[in-house]
């Protein structure tokens, strides 16, 4: 029995090797091959040597990666075999293409089927007519034709006449250098392009020469090539001293450029870099997931006699550092073949090591019943882990599901709270206002408007129950769609007026007659309506389109506001959602319930946002559609002539409120920071009694804020663009508005956000609802409290520097503000300009520091630190009253003692005095 098993267990043995055997090498294989990076690059045009250059600086910049494999493809000038070539590394699927192209147009489908396959390619020295590849390498090819051109006009003669020599094909470097030639050439008086050929017909070329004798040319060749064979035709004629060269390339070769600049052939040639290494580290980049730029410019330069022998010496060298770097490629290959060699050996080494651990572990876990324990505990394993991790799905979803309705609750709870505060205020304001017999209209218009609000808030909450539970019963009557959607229109005139809104209706048929349930409709389109207002900016447009199409009326509500990003608009429909660009607070099923009910009519409902959002509604016509027991009888609309005859409210605008007389002449400033018009309104009309009020929505309270200095800032949490707690903390950190008390208005009152208001340095924090006398006593305990500090410290300036009662910034001003006049008092030249330098700071934002601190301005405040020094040093009897007069900084004794005496009663001679006998 004991044999069976043995052998049966050696079989098991046996297959568990030849696994492991396979896993091994196959994770070797695969690893060896995920870490290559195939290039593959297809050379358009034959052996020209600076094509043979560009291939020679490709394979050695490739050498110098361990981990590249180059594939060079030389379509030898064949367009045909050139598409061929990229399309087989299209099919091998290689990593990066670098194409250098025959021709700009016969490539296009091709590069643009590698870039759909998410190929990158790269384009060297030549273009292409598409911007479906990753990058372009080369040289500017116009700045070279201007530089060509540049170098003829800066010879000293003054008529210089020139023949160019293009390129004989339609290839991007040809084009553009003929272009960038021509625009200097042309443009310069003393400059005359006699002939542009298209390669170098030798006939024509001789007969030019021949018909201008023995003047002085200037030929600028395509490259030096071009360059070499007008040359040898002008040395035909004996005209080649009379004619200046200028080719492209600058290859350092027998035949190149440079030699032939040195052997007198050619005046200059423009270094034309191939861009070989340059296409291989770009290929590494884009393959590593760098963002590599559109366009990568090679530099270029002029070689003429001044430093071909320079540039030579140069490429020599670094042609002989290439040969080094070869040969050590060639050692690292060796290298590389010894290690894998003795990796290969290590490898064998560990799998013999491994077996033979597996040896000594199977003749310990030998024993047959510990093997069925393990098993059944790994069983008992993996059932726990399954379930471990169904709860913590389970756990997941309803933390999501919790975090939405949290979310949504909490959106309504803001949403209440604005309009709460409006009733509660505007009422007891009214209740203030019964004793004196007037009720202002506007509050009595914003306690109804409010009211209304919060109703309509409630019903969406209502409605959306009874969505999600399917008991709503869809009640439609005959109704003039143009008539029902112009009495809601008129709800909203009054807003639009306010805030200079453009608000217009439109309707091809104002007859045109749906089957609609109006108390679902009209719930549409205040949610349509409410998002236009809240998201379109004063000066903005909402408008109205009703049309027919077919068997369907279309209503259209348009607006110009933020709109909604593309990539979210898919989303604008679903329960709770909130877009990333908006910064009102809202409960986020305002749409969903839209939808729902367009939904309920077999209607439909979409959504698009270009410079704006547009809903449009499409509903059918007629009522067979419906069921007879959903639809009912209701009485007709008042007609829309009817209502516009009627006056829009306006007591909102036109109510003023009389200010309190005491509060005539000079009064605090105040800036109020609030997004909703309504608040904003109420309580700047209400300040107004106080203050000199200055309105915010939020976006710019911080420039106003720097720009008017104002007394006090009162400020809500949830705005537009920044929010309460760092409009405030960038208003303490800085120190032209340091000083400025700020009250937060919020709905936020959780602990959390009251520390986080004094982290960032309120000065009080009252949430909503809020009483306005609460609110208006705040104010005025504030202003107080910093008049009483503002007297005391400006009766005390010689004394407040270990003060600690101003802030952390101002008391840091204040000790350098005295530090500074302390150090010049002296000096009876300091002026405020000289301190205001040295305070880093202008001389009126330090006008206006000082005044707000101190209520003086800043030549008073020199000139009382100046005289509380004196004070301190008429109580040495060793100083005279001439000394002290000159080390405090004033300009003669008796005009120290003058202003002495009107600033403290006595002269500085009766205080020394009065103070010996004390």
């Not at 709905?747 to 520390?755: F, G, P, Q, R």
């Amino acid at each position: 029995m004991l044999p069976i098993k043995f052998f049966g267990f050696l079989k098991a043995y046996r297959v568990l090797f030849l696994l492991f055997f396979l896993a091994f090498f196959s994770c070797k294989k695969s690893q060896k091959t995920s870490d290559k990076i195939t290039i593959g690059f297809s050379q358009g045009l034959g052996n020209h040597p600076w094509r043979l250059a560009m291939n020679h600086s490709m394979e050695i910049q490739a050498s110098l990666h361990s981990e590249v494999e180059l594939n060079i493809e030389k379509a030898e000038s064949s367009v045909n075999k050139q598409v061929q070539d990229i399309q087989k590394m299209i099919d091998r699927k290689v990593d990066v293409i670098i194409i250098s192209p025959i021709d700009p147009e016969s490539l296009v489908p091709v590069v643009e089927k590698a870039a759909a396959k998410n190929i990158p390619v790269i384009l060297l020295d030549r273009k292409i007519n598409s911007e479906k590849y990753t990058t372009y390498i080369g040289a500017d090819n116009v700045e070279i034709g201007k530089e060509a051109a540049n170098y003829i006009l800066s010879d000293s003669k003054n008529n210089k006449k020139v023949i160019e020599i293009r390129g004989d094909d339609q290839s991007s470097p040809t084009i553009e250098r003929s272009l960038g030639f021509q625009k200097i050439v042309r443009n310069n008086s003393n400059t005359d392009l006699i002939k542009t050929f298209k390669g170098l017909p030798a006939d024509a070329f001789r007969k030019t020469l021949d018909s201008l004798g023995n003047q002085s040319l200037y030929v600028f060749a395509f490259n030096d090539e071009l360059a070499a064979n007008a040359w040898q035709v002008a040395r035909n004629t004996g005209l080649e001293n009379q004619i200046k060269f200028i080719g492209v390339d600058g290859l350092n070769t027998k035949d190149g450029g440079i030699q032939m600049v040195l052997d007198g052939k050619l005046n200059a040639t423009l270094l034309y870099p191939t861009g070989g290494a340059e296409a291989i580290e770009t290929a590494i980049k884009i393959y590593n997931g760098a963002a590599v730029p559109k366009r990568i410019k090679l530099s270029t330069t002029i070689i003429d006699r001044m430093n071909a022998e320079i540039m030579r010496n140069q490429f020599d060298k670094i042609i002989e550092q290439q040969g080094v770097i070869e040969n050590q490629v060639q050692a690292v290959k060796k290298q590389i073949e010894l290690y894998s060699s003795q990796k290969e050996l290590f490898r064998w080494s560990i799998i013999l090591l491994i077996l033979m651990f597996c040896l000594v572990a199977y003749s310990i876990y030998l024993i047959y019943t510990i093997k069925i324990k393990n098993k059944q505990l790994t069983l008992t394993n993996e059932r726990i882990t399954i379930q471990r991790n169904q709860i913590e799905t389970i756990a997941n979803e309803l933390k999501d599901s919790n975090e939405a309705r949290v979310n949504f609750f909490t959106g309504l709870s803001h949403e209440f709270k604005t309009p709460i505060t409006l009733i509660l205020s505007s009422l007891e304001s009214l209740d203030s206002g019964k004793n004196k017999g007037t009720k202002p209209s506007y509050e009595l218009e914003l306690i109804n408007k409010n009211s209304n609000r919060l109703l309509r808030l409630v019903d969406n909450l209502l409605d959306f129950r009874k969505i999600e539970n399917q008991t709503f019963n869809l009640r439609v009557s005959k109704t003039n769609i143009y008539d029902f959607t112009y009495a809601i229109f008129r709800d909203f005139e009054n807003e639009a007026k306010k805030r200079n809104i453009k608000f217009e209706i439109h309707s091809q048929n104002k007859d045109l007659e749906l089957y609609i349930d109006r108390n679902l409709m009209d719930k549409v389109y205040f949610n349509l309506l409410s998002n236009a207002f809240k998201f379109t900016p004063d000066n903005g447009k909402i408008e109205i389109t009703i049309q027919e199409k077919g068997n369907q009326a279309v209503i259209s509500f348009k607006d110009n506001g933020i709109g909604i990003p593309e990539k979210e608009i898919a989303h604008v429909f679903e329960a709770y959602f909130k877009g990333s660009n908006n910064r009102k607070n809202s409960s986020g099923i305002g749409l969903h319930l839209s939808r729902q009910f367009i939904d309920l009519h077999l209607g439909k409902i979409e959504v698009r946002s270009f410079q704006g959002t547009e809903f449009v509604i499409s509903l059918y016509k007629g009522n067979k559609h419906f069921n007879e027991d959903q639809m009912v009888k209701e009485p007709g609309l008042a007609d829309a002539e009817s209502l516009a005859k009627d006056a829009v409210f306006a007591g909102l605008e036109e109510e003023t409120i009389t200010r309190n007389q005491e509060s005539l002449g000079e009064r605090y400033s105040l800036l109020l920071v609030e997004d909703n018009s309504d608040l904003s309104y109420f309580l700047s009309k209400k300040l107004q009694n106080e203050f000199e009020v200055m309105v915010s929505d939020g976006t710019d309270a911080i420039n106003k804020a720097l720009s008017e200095i104002p007394d006090i800032v009162v400020c809500d949490v949830n705005l537009p663009d920044k929010n309460g707690f760092e409009i405030c903390e960038i208003l303490k950190n800085d120190l032209r508005t340091s000083h400025i008390p700020v009250i937060l208005l919020t709905a936020l009152d959780n602990k959390e956000s009251y520390l986080q208001g004094l982290k960032f340095g309120v000065d009080l924090y009252l949430t909503k609802p809020f009483s306005y006398a609460i609110l208006i006593q705040s104010l005025r305990a504030l202003l107080y409290n910093r008049e009483k500090l503002r007297y005391y410290y400006t009766n005390n300036i010689g004394r407040i520097v270990d003060s600690k009662s101003f802030g952390s910034i101002e008391q840091t001003f204040v000790n350098n503000l005295n530090s500074f006049i302390k150090t010049n008092i002296d000096n009876p030249d300091f002026s405020v300009e000289n301190l205001a330098d040295l305070l880093n700071i202008s001389r009126i934002q330090l006008y206006r520091k000082i005044k707000a601190m101190f209520d003086v301005n800043v030549s008073d405040y020199i000139n009382n630190f100046r005289l509380e020094q004196a004070k301190s040093m008429l109580q040495n009897p060793e100083l005279t009253i001439s000394e002290i007069a000159y080390k405090t900084g004033f300009s003669s004794p008796n005009y120290f003692s003058t202003v002495f005496k009107n600033k403290f009663g006595v002269s500085p001679n009766a205080f020394r005095k009065s103070a010996g006998k004390e």
